[in-house]
């Protein structure tokens, strides 16, 4: 096999934990430059530096490769999400936090976005599962503020969470291919006033007035 340019060379021991991450990395550049059905397990491991006996002995197929990274970063999506909404109790930062995670979450490095949002393996369950969990565990959290602060029912805070995760995704991965010809900071801004310009029309509680 002719070695890529991008190929490491073998020979190196590393403990489990270390050598997953190295496979997982190898697998994250080769899935989103070729796509999972142009991606082959010879690739991945010669791109990570192993033979294919190493690269099987940590993930039994390319499925379950693939997988493992959809896993690594939906948790790292859902992480950031809920992290922006935690950072501060002023609902207008809130707003901007949660677009931001997703801003910051495009225009991470390797562009694991695209296997989460762009993934051309969603019509296979495992796959279209933690696709649709990443949307449904962020906007659960963003309604669960919604209903807490306006007083909305579940099922229209739901609706509004659902709605303001979609605008934040599809906003932000727009920006980016679209050469981000908009700094990501003002970017994020005028999609939270958007965002914001809605959500603040809704009475609060009187309990959150209060606090």
């Known amino acids: 096999m002719t070695a890529t340019p991008d190929a490491k060379p073998r020979g190196t021991r590393l403990p489990r934990l270390a050598r997953r991450r190295q496979l997982l990395g190898a697998a994250q550049e080769v899935f989103v430059e070729n796509g999972y ?14 033979s294919k006996p190493v690269l099987y ?13 959809l896993d690594l970063h939906v948790d790292d999506m859902v992480t950031r999400c809920r992290e922006a909404l935690a950072s501060t109790t ?3 930062q809130r707003v901007q936090a949660a677009i931001g995670a997703f801003f910051d979450f495009v225009s991470g490095q390797g562009e694991a976005f695209r296997l989460v949002f762009e993934s051309d393996l969603r019509n296979v369950a495992p796959v279209r599962q933690r696709v649709e969990r990443s949307l449904r565990e962020s906007a659960e959290m963003i309604s669960q503020v919604i209903q807490e602060d306006t007083g909305c029912s579940s099922d ?16 932000a991965r727009y920006w980016l291919t679209s050469g981000g010809s908009i700094p990501k ?27």
């Not at 002995?57 to 990274?69: D, I, M, S, T, V």
């Not at 229209?156 to 906003?171: C, K, R």
């Not at 003002?186 to 006033?193: C, G, H, S, V």
Request: hydrophobic content about 45%; aromatic content about 6%.
């Open 37 to 50: 059905h142009a991606a082959a397990m010879d690739e991945i491991a010669e791109r990570a530096g192993v």
């Open 90 to 92: 002023d609902n207008k």
């Open 185 to 211: 900071d003002a970017a994020t801004q005028l999609m939270a006033r958007l965002a914001w310009r809605g959500i603040s029309g809704f009475p609060r509680t009187a309990e959150t007035q209060q606090s």
């Open 156 to 171: 229209e805070a739901h609706l509004l969470g659902v709605g303001l995760v979609g605008m934040a995704e599809v906003s």
């Open 57 to 69: 002995q940590h993930f039994p197929g390319k499925l379950e490769l693939y997988l493992a990274l």
